[in-house]
């Protein structure tokens, strides 16, 4: 596609059920990473990925965050159990060229737990 | 940790007026280093990307500068508008890791 699609761009969710949240990386675009951001704040690394691994996923906060890359293309979030810390927004970036390349940003999935 | 210092952290202007802000880095061999624009509610948008090569680099309005000696670089910006109102973050080769950047506030 011609910029990276994140959906849903909202969800709010009750503390204790899972999220799936998904990133579609600009085509041909190999490498893709997952942030979040909380209000006011910075980027918070989670997880980069080339192709379908994950050389680095130090980020992850806890067990309960998890993603995969299928295809070398999408790629889906996943938060089990949400706590209202998790609330916040999770933004996805691709680039082409892995660690040199500039990143390009999706608009989010802004991420409200109840 | 971040490889990357910036200031000021925050900065008010007035529309049309020109400022300055820094980036300190300290990842060695250097590559390259990029800025980038975060409007509010949207994820950062590239303005630069400087190589080890390069001293200056231009992107309309923005002007970044690159001193390897220091390990500093430089954003310029020139005639303020109220839509440069962001935040500015730089990021080194190779660090996945966005500093919280600079927080512009232009008023008119």
């Known amino acids: 596609g011609a910029g990276v699609s994140q959906s849903p761009s909202n969800k709010v969710t009750e503390k204790g059920k899972d999220v799936e949240l998904r990133c579609d990386p600009i085509s041909g675009h190999t490498a893709l990473y997952w942030y979040r951001q909380s209000l006011g704040q910075g980027l918070e690394f989670l997880i980069y990925?080339?192709?379908?691994?994950?050389?680095?996923k130090s980020g992850l906060p806890s067990d309960r965050f998890s993603a995969e890359r299928t295809g070398g293309s999408v790629s889906t979030l996943t938060i089990q159990r949400t706590q209202q810390e998790d609330s916040a927004v999770y933004l996805c970036?691709?680039?082409?060229?892995?660690?040199?390349?500039?990143?390009?940003f999706g608009s989010g999935t802004r991420l409200t737990v109840v | 940790k971040n490889q990357v210092e910036q200031s000021p952290q925050s900065l008010i202007i007035l529309e049309g007026k020109n400022c300055t802000l820094q980036c300190n880095y300290t990842v060695s061999p250097f590559s390259n280093l990029r800025w980038y624009k975060q409007d509010t509610g949207r994820g950062p948008v590239s303005l630069t990307i400087m190589t080890f090569s390069e001293n200056t680099k231009s992107n309309g309005r923005y002007t970044a500068t690159l001193d390897a000696d220091t390990k500093q670089s430089s954003l310029h910006i020139t005639a303020s508008q109220l839509s440069d109102s962001a935040s500015y973050i730089c990021v080194s080769r190779g660090d996945m890791r966005f500093g919280a950047g600079t927080r512009l506030t232009v008023k008119p």
């Open positions: 970036a691709s680039s082409l060229a892995g660690l040199a390349g500039g990143y390009t």
């Open positions: 990925f080339q192709g379908n691994s994950a050389p680095d």
